[in-house]
């Protein structure tokens, strides 16, 4: 575990970034404010209103108030024992009991003097809370410079809140010799101060600046401390800046005591018509492999105007790359984006997302029925040097890809569609064992659906053409080849309802047969290569389609038909569905004998029986689950179950067991849940909607049954006190079949203020479904919300 302790800095400024907002929502807001301060020259043209007990003086000239005396203008307000106004001056004066709220800033003490219109005086010991953070403290004195500057002395700073106590010490607490504050650019600076926890000093810092939103700004960001078996002691000092409102860069020098010095930056932009991202790690020499190592992800997106498309040209750019096979191991916390894949693809890459990098370049536009678009694709692969058996066969490369997708519905109501797909496959021979080629392919086809409540029907007529051309003879000694493939579908349904109640509970049953024939004629595809078609994943969805493979390069011979039935309960009044449950079943008229490469053709007349069922009968619970059976063996291939509580907020169990027969088995346990409610506490407690003053555990169990052990695996606790979080949390990741990455990581967040530490929200959100973090920000409040 890390513990930070007493952090001396010449100069340290805590920087406010958005962590984890998109792009598009970062522009800075200091133009659209919805309540902006009233300027001094509004302001003296506004009525004064006094009140009290009594009131005297001359007119024109001074007014004194006594007993429950009170002086508003605009949106400041005075309250005192006694209070002198001098309009000639524009100078008051309370004494006693002084309470002063402007916009919802509140100062009080026993003695004010202040230039009404341009806000300008001194204020003798007041105690203080600002609206915008909710941050409260006391001094010796305050000086108002004017209506968006003041300068605090002897000051404190803390957003605990009060108990009433004589005795009452926050947990934190900011202690400075001078704060000054700007509300117009929302930035408080503290010099000689000295951050303390629960009465020990923390991080001393001879000056400081802060923000009192959440409007961002540059400067070092707090900095962290990690601990992990493969970089040893991490810290890491962020520097923040805030180029444009529109523009923000994040640089990132992080020392591991194992491995040396890593520079990360991170960019990011908003243009009307661009915004993307860039990422770069630099590391100059790794220890850890004894060589420089680097990393890129940029991400930009763009819109081109022009007369040639309906809405223009749409411009998607996904760039990553790192500097050797290793990196994924080394560095498990890297993060890459993949683009937009083909299914097939993208199933690789879901097994794999570390490990294959995407480098992708798409330029997509409309005309009218027509939508379009280019690619070139070129995927980086990272291959396991310790183990080749793990060791992957990549996709290849697109290069380039030109697609169409044409679709229109005729007056009486047949549905036309063509897609063509023109693209250059290139990729290591000596890994692939396959021809690098160019492939054309067309899909038309004409449906029509007949629709009704009772049910519908629908025929489909489709046509595949499909040419190649290869660099090199294949081993029949073409250099070219074609295929033509009709494919005839007809999918039919029937819907009846029912009345019911179960339970004491009324509902409407549904009963939904379902039938879907097709007949596609065989053709000889084994001598074609396989550049991106896979085996359609066996599920309740891809049993009622056409072809039993994805991708271009395989279309499946059939003869079959798919039979099945869904019933669901439905709440009649909201139409929730409450409850769902499903079989299906595919029938095999004549063997498949079109295979993938190494694959065997499908003979069994029976496919195996599929079940899936969900029920949501409580909001609180949801359970779901899919098995497959064969009857072969009478026994299950292949089932998941998975189930969820969620009673409230920041309380959430999940568990899933996922089992395929010789191959894998697995248990997955993930929750966030405060103790105090496991040890026994309020029934109130476990439907309170906040979450302060509790301690949570939080964590992921994957446990792999075959190999019994842990696969991936993370435990933590979290403690909110309203002012101030605590997280720690320990992270194992497995990065081999015998090696594992492991890491703590420890918080401690002062709310309105700073943390220390390092941040593992992304690690729980990424590993716990329906993860909710502590305190979350509420936005600005209103001045309104603290008015006198």
């Known amino acids: 575990m890390c513990v930070v302790g007493g952090l001396l800095a010449p100069t340290l400024v805590l920087a406010q970034e958005q962590e984890g907002v998109p792009i598009e929502l970062l522009q800075l807001r200091n133009s659209a404010k919805l309540e902006e301060s009233i300027s001094p020259l509004t302001r003296s043209l506004l009525p004064s209103f006094v009140s009290g007990d009594t009131i005297s003086g001359r007119t024109d000239l001074e007014t004194v108030v006594e007993g429950h005396a009170m002086f508003r203008k605009a949106d400041m307000v005075i309250k005192a024992d006694r209070l002198e106004y001098n309009q000639p001056t524009d100078l008051a004066r309370a004494i006693g009991h002084v309470r002063i709220n402007r916009a919802g800033n509140i100062f009080e003490g026993p003695l004010l003097e202040l230039r009404v219109d341009a806000f300008e005086g001194f204020f003798n010991t007041p105690n203080y809370h600002f609206l915008k953070n909710d941050g409260h403290g006391q001094a010796d004195r305050v000086n108002f410079l004017d209506d968006q500057r003041a300068v605090i002395h002897n000051a404190t700073f803390t957003t605990c809140k009060r108990d009433g106590g004589p005795d009452w010490l926050p947990a934190w607490i900011l202690k400075a010799s001078r704060i000054g504050i700007d509300n117009a650019e929302d930035v408080g600076t503290a010099e000689g101060a000295v951050l303390s926890f629960k009465g020990l000093p923390v991080l001393p810092i001879p000056y400081v600046t802060f923000p009192l939103s959440d409007q961002r700004k540059s400067g070092l960001l707090p900095p962290t401390i990690g601990l992990g078996n493969v970089n040893g002691f991490e810290l890491a000092q962020p520097y923040y800046w805030n180029i444009a409102p529109n523009r923000d860069a994040t640089i990132t020098p992080t020392l591991m005591t194992k491995r040396g010095l890593n520079l990360g930056t991170e960019f990011r932009y908003l243009e009307p018509d661009y915004t993307g991202t860039a990422k770069m790690d630099w590391m100059g020499s790794d220890d850890l492999r004894d060589r420089s190592r680097w990393s890129l992800n940029a991400n930009h997106q763009a819109k081109i105007n022009s007369d040639w498309a309906d809405n223009g040209f749409n411009l998607n750019l996904n760039l990553n790359r790192v500097s050797d096979d290793n990196y994924w191991k080394d560095f498990s916390r890297a993060t890459v984006t993949t683009g937009q894949l083909s299914v097939n693809d993208a199933a690789l890459v879901a097994a794999n997302t570390q490990r294959l990098l995407a480098n992708d370049a798409q330029l997509s536009w409309a005309n009218g029925p027509f939508t379009s678009m280019v690619r070139v694709l070129k995927w980086q692969t990272l291959q396991d040097l310790e183990n080749s058996a793990a060791n992957i066969v990549p996709p290849y490369n697109r290069m380039p890809q030109l697609t169409t997708h044409y679709a229109s519905e005729t007056e009486s109501g047949l549905n036309l569609a063509l897609d063509m797909d023109y693209t250059r496959f290139e990729s290591d021979n ?132 798919t039979l099945g039935v869904t019933s669901r309960l439905l709440d009649p009044d909201t139409g929730a569905e409450a409850a769902r449950f499903g079989v299906a079943q595919r029938i095999l008229f004549d063997d498949q004998k079109v295979t993938l490469p190494g694959g065997t053709a499908l003979t069994d007349r029976v496919s195996d029986l599929l079940l899936s069922g969900s029920v949501n009968w409580d909001p609180r619970w949801n359970f779901g689950g899919t098995v497959q059976y064969n009857p072969d063996i009478e026994r299950t ?90 997280r720690v949390v320990f992270e194992r990741l497995q990065t081999g079949t015998s090696r594992a990455s492991q890491s703590i990581m420890f918080q401690l967040v002062f709310v309105g203020f700073t943390g220390l530490g390092v941040n593992p929200l992304q690690a729980l959100k990424n590993n716990i479904p329906g993860y909710q973090s502590l305190s979350q920000p509420a936005g600005s409040p209103s001045r309104f919300s603290n008015y006198d």
């Open 637 to 726: 291939s292949r089932s998941t179950l998975n189930a969820t509580y969620r009673p409230g907020s920041y309380r959430i169990l999940n568990a899933a067991y996922r089992f395929q027969r010789a191959s894998s088995e697995q248990i997955d346990l993930s929750w966030q849940w405060p103790l105090a409610d496991l040890w026994g506490s309020s029934k109130q407690a476990m439907t309170m909607g906040d979450s302060a003053g509790r301690w949570y555990s939080v964590g992921r169990l994957n446990y792999g049954v075959n190999e019994g052990q842990m696969v991936n695996a993370v435990l933590g606790f979290e403690y909110d006190a309203s002012c101030w979080l605590g």
């Open 430 to 561: 000596k890994v692939s064992n396959q021809n690098n080629g160019q492939r054309l392919f067309s899909l038309m086809q004409v449906s029509r659906s007949w629709r009704a409540p009772e049910g519908f029907i629908t025929p489909k007529l489709q046509f595949h053409a499909t040419q190649y051309e290869f660099d090199a003879p294949l081993s029949t000694g073409q250099k070219q080849a074609s295929r033509v493939l009709p494919t005839f579908s007809l999918d039919s349904g029937l819907v009846f309802e029912r009345d019911t109640e179960f339970f004491g509970r009324k509902l409407n049953q549904t009963l939904e047969p379902r039938a879907f024939y097709v007949h596609t004629p065989y053709r000889d595809q084994s001598f074609l290569p396989n550049y991106d078609s896979g085996a359609n994943d066996f599920n309740l969805s891809t049993i009622y389609t056409e072809n039993a493979f994805v991708g271009n390069d395989r279309i499946s011979d059939s003869h079959q038909m």
